[in-house]
């Protein structure tokens, strides 16, 4: 049973205009979101992330929503670039008792090109 | 600067043989992750360690073992390895305590094909 959808395995868009990307969960004990982004025949790096207390944080050009009563969260990029393609996974964890966050759950990925 | 490191970052094996890849990391973090990542599929957790002695089993664990005999390593091991073992490995950490540290640091990954 799949806990992070990303329903949209590719996504394109032109240079300058925004891109946004959608994640669903379905483990309403998460707690904590993050986006990865992932180039070919590297790692991935983390992104943003956010807290479901909150229901947006913004760093520079990305922005996450949190929508928890739908169980949602999107990745908005504006302006993009054509250096933003890459795969973008959206991942979740839940707090335990001890207020620790541990493992992470992936969603399968969305690809982004920019096209210039 | 710390960092994750995985080795080998290619490796041709052939069915049945044993494997071990390799993840060292330098950030003394305590928790480490092994994924695979393959088309269609995303990244999905085959094993994990919150600890020094501490392995635990993830979604996808069947033919693969993990263990941590110190904080910065956590080899996986494939006991006799499969061609639906062929993938991309990427091995992890984060300090885990504590929101915000969640965050997870990844390695450059291991290609393995199985013949």
């Known amino acids: 049973d799949q806990q992070v959808k990303q329903n949209s395995p590719s996504l394109s868009v032109q240079e300058g205009r925004i891109s946004i990307l959608n994640c669903d969960y379905t483990?309403?004990?998460?707690?904590?979101f993050l986006w990865y982004k992932k180039y070919p025949a590297e790692g991935p790096t983390f992104l943003i992330s956010?807290?479901?207390?909150?229901d947006k944080n913004e760093d520079g050009r990305f922005t996450v929503f949190l929508n928890k009563s739908a169980k949602h969260l999107s990745l908005h990029i504006v302006p993009s670039q054509p250096g933003d393609s890459a795969v973008y996974f959206c991942?979740?964890?839940?707090?335990?008792?001890?207020?620790?966050?541990?493992?992470?759950?992936f969603g399968k990925g969305t690809l982004l090109t920019v096209n210039p | 600067d710390a960092e994750i490191t995985q080795s080998p970052r290619h490796k041709i094996t052939e069915t049945g043989r044993q494997v071990t890849l390799a993840c060292h990391q330098t950030?003394?973090?305590?928790?480490m992750f092994w994924y695979r990542q393959d088309l269609g599929h995303g990244l999905r957790l085959i094993h994990y360690?919150?600890?020094?002695?501490?392995?635990n089993k993830g979604e996808v664990s069947d033919g693969y073992s993990v263990s941590r005999s110190n904080t910065e390593d956590l080899p996986l091991t494939l006991e006799s390895a499969a061609s639906s073992q062929t993938s991309v490995y990427f091995c992890?950490?984060?300090?885990?305590?504590?929101?915000?540290?969640?965050?997870?640091?990844f390695g450059q990954g291991t290609r393995l094909t199985v013949v």
């Open positions: 991942a979740a964890s839940r707090t335990n008792s001890g207020g620790s966050n541990y493992k992470l759950t």
């Open positions: 992890a950490s984060n300090r885990g305590q504590g929101m915000g540290n969640t965050e997870a640091f």
């Open positions: 956010i807290s479901s207390i909150k």
């Open positions: 950030w003394n973090h305590n928790n």
């Open positions: 483990n309403s004990m998460f707690d904590y």
């Open positions: 360690s919150y600890g020094v002695h501490d392995t």
